[in-house]
C-alpha cells in the first residue's frame, strides 16, 4: 500500500531556514500539497502540487521535489511560522487521499 | 468566498450513529463539479482522510472505515453529510468538512472543524 513518512518533528533558530520533508514509498507523478495547522485551527494549504504558492502565503515558504521525496523550505523562519505541517497526496492505487503523519515545526 | 461549518452532537453513545452536516455558503453545491471531502483528527494526532462525495453522486471511503459510513448531499440545502455507525472511543475526533475543486487538487477550503466525543 501507498504511504507517505514524515520527520516527527523539526526545530529552527529564529531567521534561519527549516526544511521539512515528505517521502513517498513510490513515484508519484501526482503533485504534492503541504498544509500548515496552528492549535485549534483548520489546515491551511501553504503549497500544492510540489512548488506552487497559494496566494497570501510569504515568498518565505517554498516547495520543490525529487525523486520520491517533497520538500517544504521555511526561510527566515519566524514565531508565526511554529505549527504541524502535514504533506498530503493522491494515492492512485485505491482513488483516495493520503495525509503524512505530520512534522511539528518549532522556531527556538 | 465559499465557507463550510459543520454541525451535530459534540456527545455520541458508543454502538450508536454520528451524524454531522456540512453547510456551504458564498456559493452553491449544485451545478458545481467539487469534491465534498470529510476528514477527521484524533485528539493530538494527524489528519486521517474519510472520504468523499462528487457533484454527480459518486462516493469514496477509505477502506477502514468503508463498512460504518456513509456521505450524502443534499443539494436544497446546500449541504452535505456524515453518517458513522457503530462507534467506538476510538472515533472520538475533530471531524472536519473540506473542499477540492478536481481529484488531485489540495483541500482549498475547510470548515472549523467539531469535535464530537464518543463516551457513555
Known amino acids: 500500500s501507498y504511504e507517505v513518512t514524515q520527520t516527527v518533528s523539526v526545530s529552527v533558530a529564529l531567521g534561519q531556514t527549516a526544511r521539512i520533508t515528505c517521502v513517498r514509498n513510490y513515484i508519484g507523478s501526482e503533485g504534492v500539497h503541504w498544509y500548515q495547522q496552528k492549535p485549534g485551527q483548520a489546515p491551511v494549504v501553504v503549497m500544492y502540487?510540489?512548488?506552487n504558492r497559494p496566494s497570501g502565503i510569504p515568498e518565505r515558504f517554498s516547495g520543490s521535489y525529487s525523486g520520491n521525496t517533497a520538500t517544504l523550505t521555511i526561510s527566515r523562519a519566524q514565531a508565526g511560522d511554529e505549527a504541524d505541517y502535514y504533506c498530503q497526496v493522491w494515492d492512485s492505487s485505491t482513488a483516495g487521499v493520503l495525509f503524512g503523519g505530520g512534522t511539528k515545526l518549532t522556531v527556538l | 468566498q465559499l465557507q463550510l461549518q459543520e454541525s451535530g452532537p459534540g456527545l455520541v453513545k458508543p454502538s450508536e450513529t454520528l451524524s454531522l452536516t456540512c453547510t456551504v455558503s458564498?456559493?452553491?453545491?449544485?451545478?458545481?463539479?467539487?469534491?465534498w471531502d470529510w476528514i477527521r483528527q484524533s485528539p493530538g494526532k494527524g489528519l486521517e482522510y474519510i472520504g468523499y462525495?462528487?457533484?454527480?453522486?459518486?462516493?469514496y471511503y477509505i477502506a477502514s472505515l468503508q463498512s460504518r459510513v456513509s456521505i450524502s448531499v443534499d443539494l436544497s440545502n446546500n449541504q452535505f453529510s456524515l453518517t458513522l455507525a457503530s462507534v467506538t472511543a476510538a472515533d472520538t475526533a475533530v471531524y472536519y468538512c473540506a473542499l477540492r475543486g478536481t481529484y488531485t487538487a489540495p483541500f482549498d477550503y475547510w470548515g472549523q472543524g467539531t469535535l464530537v466525543t464518543v463516551s457513555s
Open positions: 502540487r510540489d512548488f
Open positions: 458564498g456559493g452553491s453545491i449544485s451545478g458545481s463539479s467539487h469534491y
Open positions: 462525495i462528487y457533484s454527480t453522486g459518486g462516493t
